[in-house]
């Protein structure tokens, strides 16, 4: 078959020596940038762009490549460990994964989670080899309409996403897109909730977001409260790394449903990891037969994510490579990269550098090898983190969260608004209020209103829109089919609120 | 549902008086709605009222901004249609919550304002000091006020974390990521 | 020591006086001296590392041709010429970035036609980069294009006009966010022509390519540099270029004025500014060192790979572009509508 020849052509190229060992740099430096809270793989591929200028192509797009995918084997390291989330798309696995450190289980949510990035990227791999050019052609007929759709989708699942109030996590969603709407409006260029401050004219910054709502409240929560549990080191035996037979039987269809979704999501341009994950989790919960088990623990709860967090970030290569579309920022600064050096992904590439294309789909699967490799033993190490004491260790995590936040912008008003959330964000664990859905109510709202108004205009103000095209009209259908599905929780919600029973479930 | 819970509040014996389970027939038991008949609001609901009321008040803050820009209809959305129409659910909800909690019994928590504020100086502090005096002087603060934050203080081992953290974060940050950051100075 | 109030010299000049005469010489010699560094402080110039702060995120044409440039010229000057990246909306932080420094050339902002355009486009900008900074010299210089997709019905601008004649409010042109060069460029096409269109705004200009592939929007108006991948992968056809002579990459394409409208032209250009109060021989220097940069062949060649022009100006030539550039947009903004911020 001629996939397979130019897979073997692909592969071949992507065992040189040159390549392998941009490879092996590239994800490394994507881990290790990805554990750390803040900063990112934006701004790690755009310092190390110009480092590219003075290599030939392949091995060039493969390092950054690796950065890219391997920030996301490393991001939910803080989140398992620490409760502190390395990027905005590792805050659902707080949701699971601290608990699980917290009951002794680290070792099994840090390595479940790095089979589960395997599972993610290796499936988006595959359909990239096998579809790309299908897949890409039809991501991009996706139009504003069946956008929003999406988001509507994604919306309603999130009302899941809280075990307390459905009330409460219902405000914090709306709370959240109002936030997001703080800046310059896309649709007509005015700024609103700006108050003149031109820090925050281009939005409040995500980062600055999450890791206050997480990072800092959650610090601020201990200091109060207890402890964040320290572990014994003698405790960290090998069989308590390893998962159990029960594990792993929750783990594959979950790991198998994240990869999906996150390969959907992930192809769509503009709609990023961060959509995907959370989609990923609401569905786990609606699939489960004990729903309850979420935010305790669950395993479901950090294999779906984190597959769909790899599967999404692998599936933004189809249409950047297959069409020269990137996907969001990151895509965008290489394509950049390779317009320099004279490359034009596209519809020409495969054509006229096959080896080029073919090779850089082989590193990928090279690199997710690597860093399975790479990351297993280094669970032990992260593991011994949790033995540092709590009262140096949480000024060495205030440490990292204020220099990650700065990277973005180099601005120190990010990190104010960082402490800003962080009280607000402990205020709100203290009462109840989820920040999960905030958070996804901050990063869906603009793309909400932008895409719905865009597809007004285009529409010349027919609403029929949203139902005539068959892509919108499915997602607004699965919308009301969840609607429907969680009126029973409605009514319960409705009926504690009305009798008197205890709204809150503890 | 378990009705023996004893969460269920000063409005137990009202509840059975009105028919008991399967009787949710709007108006009569709006009449009889134990909230008018209710006593008192419980010290410990006090605090999550005040924060349901403060969503409440972002709300209408919300609301009153939005309604600022220029609003247009549903098929032609100015700047201030979704802001405003976001802004009176999260009113509605912020008033649901608050009845929810009205409902039910909370839970006192342990509120200390020594955690809160020395964290916020901490981080103030680093934020002034960054790009005035460096990366160690802003560190070597951070470290050493958010110290204070936990009983008992211990200089020794924070300081010999400051010290790690600032060149750790030296090498991998300005070094390694070529962040615009001083060791000392501007 | 010496009483110096009541004895006088030979001459008859009192010995005070002589003092402060004397002590007048010495700060003079030092205030000389001082001058003296800051002229040999051009001569020395650069002395430590310098900054180049780009009021865009990492990636983009202006962070790309400012790193370029900024290896050539820490050959040609013998110091680290560093990009670092403030971006923020109207340049606002990375103009405070400069602000904060010292008058000695050692921090430079990249000043753009986006500048001029955020002059009028926002109430309070914060600064004004007219009294407050010192011109040196253009880099890059760009043209917008106008595309449309190639299996589509417009062969030329002339057919995209005649259709939006022929059916008012029926055709849409696709830009990036309102109040960008792109959009505004848009904008003075529709008030040029005449013609009753709607202008769409998109977050990116990805997002616009897929729009076009779709056929949701017929027009588009972006920089060649975005498009480049798109008209190599015959995605997008270029129709015009709104510059007042053709781009010598895409000699076909005639200008927006050969090509029908009269009179229009957008061009873009991103350019150095230091804080005002700078030496002149330091900016002089800047200057000569980057006109050097910006004939050079290998950033020739460079640049029009990304689609863009390498031209120097002089700090005068400069500062008029930019005052004209700045008058141009006032105007469009008026005339437009366009709410400010």
């Known amino acids: ?469 068959p892509v919108s009209l499915v997602f607004l259908v699965l919308t009301l089919i969840i609607l429907l599905a969680s009126v029973p929780q409605i009514r319960g919600g409705l009926t504690r609120l009305i009798r008197g029973r205890d709204a809150i479930n503890e | 549902m378990s009705r023996s819970n004893k969460k269920l509040g000063p409005f137990n014996g009202k509840h059975r008086s009105t028919g008991g389970e399967g009787c949710q027939r709007p108006v009569g038991w709006a009449l009889r709605n134990p909230m008018w008949n209710m006593k008192a609001i419980t010290k410990e609901q006090l605090p999550d009222l005040v924060a349901c009321g403060l969503v409440g008040l972002f709300g209408l803050a919300a609301i009153w901004m939005g309604a ?64 005035t005096l460096g990366l160690i002087p802003s560190t070597f603060a951070l470290i050493l006020i958010s110290g204070l934050a936990k009983q008992p203080f211990r200089p020794v081992s924070l300081i010999l974390t400051a010290t790690f953290l600032s060149v750790a974060g030296y090498l991998v940050f300005v070094l390694g990521l070529h962040m615009p950051l001083t060791l000392l100075g501007r | 020591m010496l009483n110096f109030k009541n004895e006088t010299t030979r001459s008859g000049v009192s010995c005070l006086r002589r003092a402060v005469l004397g002590a007048a010489a010495v700060a003079a010699l030092a205030v000389g001296t001082m001058g003296g560094t800051f002229a040999a402080a051009a001569q020395d110039y650069p002395t430590k590392p310098v900054r180049i702060i780009v009021p865009f995120g990492p990636g983009g044409l202006a962070d790309i041709s400012m790193r370029l440039a900024g290896e050539q010229l820490t050959q040609i000057l013998g110091q680290q010429f560093v990009v670092e990246n403030h971006p923020g909306a109207g340049g606002v932080a990375a103009a405070n970035q400069l602000l904060k420094s010292d008058p000695d050339g050692h921090t430079l902002v990249v000043m753009s036609n986006g500048t001029t355009i955020a002059m009028s486009l926002f109430n309070d900008l914060g600064y004004d980069p007219q009294t407050q900074f010192a011109p040196i010299s253009t880099l890059a210089w760009f043209d917008l294009g106008l595309f449309a997709s190639p299996s589509g019905d417009y062969a030329t601008i002339g057919d995209f006009i005649a259709k939006a004649k022929a059916e008012p409010g029926q055709l849409n042109i696709g830009t990036v966010n309102p109040g960008s060069t792109q959009n505004l460029a848009a904008e003075y096409f529709r008030s040029a022509t005449d013609i009753k269109v709607n202008i769409v705004a998109y977050r990116t200009s990805p997002d616009i390519l897929a729009a076009l592939i779709r056929g949701e929007i017929d027009l588009v108006v972006e920089s060649p540099t975005a498009f480049a991948a798109a008209i190599k992968n015959d995605q997008a056809k270029m129709l015009a270029v709104t510059g007042a002579v053709r781009n010598p990459s895409h000699p076909d394409v005639p200008t927006t004025s050969e090509a029908g409208v009269e009179g229009y032209e957008v061009s873009g250009w991103n350019a150095l500014y230091t804080l005002a109060g700078t030496p002149d021989d330091v900016i002089a220097k800047l200057n000569k060192a980057i006109t050097e940069v910006a004939a050079m062949p290998e950033i020739q060649a460079k640049f029009a790979e990304l689609g863009t022009t390498a031209k120097a100006l002089s700090p005068e030539e400069m500062a008029t572009q930019f005052e004209n550039d700045r008058a141009h947009w006032a105007k469009i903004i008026e005339s437009a509508g366009i709410e400010k911020r």
């Open chain 1, 1 to 469: 078959m001629d996939t397979l020849t130019n897979l073997g052509l692909g592969f071949q190229a992507a065992l040189s020596f040159e390549n392998l060992l941009f490879c092996l740099f590239g994800v490394s430096l994507g881990t290790f940038v990805g554990v750390l809270p803040g900063i990112g793989a934006l701004a790690t591929i755009s310092m190390c762009l110009p480092l590219t200028f003075y290599l030939a192509p392949m091995p060039a797009m493969i390092m950054l490549a690796g950065i890219f995918y391997g920030a996301q084997y490393g991001s939910s390291t803080a989140s398992i460990l620490l409760n502190l989330p390395g990027s905005a798309p590792a805050a659902i696995t707080c949701l699971d994964g601290y608990p699980m450190a917290q009951q002794g289980r680290a070792g099994v949510a840090l390595f479940l989670t790095t089979i589960a990035s395997f599972v993610g990227g290796s499936f988006s791999i595959i359909l990239m080899i096998g579809f790309a050019p299908i897949l890409a052609s039809f991501a991009i007929s996706f139009s504003s309409a069946d956008y929003f759709s999406i988001m509507i989708l994604a919306l309603v699942a999130a009302s899941t996403l809280s075990n307390g109030s459905f009330i409460k996590g219902i405000a914090m969603v709306g709370v959240g897109l109002l936030l997001g709407m703080v800046g310059t409006d896309i649709s007509s260029g005015v700024a609103r909730y700006t108050f003149g401050t031109v820090e925050i004219s281009d939005g409040i910054s995500l980062i600055a977001l999450a890791m206050g709502l997480f990072g800092v409240s959650e610090i601020l929560s201990n200091l109060m409260h207890g402890e964040h549990a320290v572990v014994d080191a003698r405790a960290i035996t090998f069989k308590s790394l390893i998962p159990t037979r029960q594990d792993m039987r929750e783990f594959w269809p979950a790991a198998g449903r994240g990869s999906v979704i996150g390969a959907i999501v992930g192809m769509l341009p503009g709609t990023g990891p961060t959509i995907a994950t959370f989609m990923s989790y609401s569905a786990e919960k609606r699939l489960s037969k004990n729903p309850e088990k979420f935010g305790k623990g669950a395993i479901e709860g950090i294999s779906s994510p984190e597959a769909a967090n790899n599967s999404s970030v692998q599936a933004a290569f189809i249409p950047t490579l297959t069409l020269g579309i990137p996907g969001d920022a990151i895509m965008a600064v290489m394509l950049g990269g390779m317009l320099i050096h004279g490359i034009t992904p596209g519809p020409q590439l495969i054509v006229d550098n096959p080896v080029l294309f073919w090779g850089v789909i082989a590193s990928f699967w090279l690199g997710n090898i690597f860093l399975l490799i790479l990351n297993i033993p280094l669970i032990g190490v992260w593991v011994r983190l949790l033995t540092v004491p709590y009262h140096v260790l949480y000024p060495a995590m205030l440490f990292f969260i204020c220099i990650g936040v700065y990277s973005v912008n180099n601005s120190t008003f990010d990190v104010l608004l960082t402490l800003m959330f962080g009280v607000i964000g402990f205020g709100m664990m203290r009462f109840n209020f989820p920040a999960a859905p905030l958070l996804l109510g901050f990063v869906l709202g603009p793309l909400l209103e932008e895409n719905f108004r865009r597809a007004l205009v285009l529409s010349h103000g027919d609403l029929g829109v949203f139902v005539s095209r």
């Open chain 2, 68 to 131: 600022s820009y220029p609003v247009g209809s549903v098929t032609r959305m100015g700047a201030g249609f979704f802001p405003v129409a976001i802004s009176a659910i999260v009113i509605g909800l912020a008033v649901a919550a608050a009845i929810e909690t009205l409902m039910s019994e909370t839970s006192r928590g342990t509120f200390k304002w020594r955690p809160l504020i020395f964290i916020s100086v901490a981080i103030l502090a680093w934020t002034q000091l960054i790009d």
